[in-house]
Nanobody, 112 residues
Framework: QVQLVESGGGLVQPGGSLRLSCAAS????????MGWYRQVPGKQRELVAS???????NYADFVKGRFTISRDNAKNMVYLQMNSLKPEDTAVYYC??????WGQGTQVIVSS
């Protein structure tokens, strides 16, 4: 059974930073792409960033230059460093393995 556990969300002021972490466990291919999505009530879940096992990275346009995704294959971890946060970044952030497995999400609130 594959399990993904996110952490690191919280309340931050505009312009601030947060670092999300996702720990993956269970039986899955280490060659899968890992990524972060986010969702706000009433809207579809949207891709934030993804990273392949070989390090190929894809960012949504709305986070380019502000967010950085990374992964540690040895530890089965994926991270999302979020800088220059904006109120519109407020959402529940989900970790995923190739869209097949999902974590429970971690809430990020950007507000003064």
């Amino acid at each position: 059974q594959v399990q993904l556990v996110e952490s690191g969300g919280g309340l931050v002021q505009p312009g601030g930073s947060l670092r999300l972490s996702c720990a993956a466990s269970g039986s899955f291919s280490r060659f899968n792409t890992m990524g972060w999505y986010r969702q706000v009530p009433g809207k579809q879940r949207e891709l934030v960033a993804s990273i392949s096992s070989g390090g190929r990275i894809n960012y949504a346009d709305f986070v380019k230059g502000r967010f950085t995704i990374s992964r540690d294959n040895a530890k089965n971890m994926v991270y999302l460093q979020m800088n220059s946060l904006k109120p519109e970044d407020t959402a529940v952030y989900y970790c995923t393995i190739s869209g097949n497995y999902w974590g429970q999400g971690t809430q990020v609130i950007v507000s003064s």
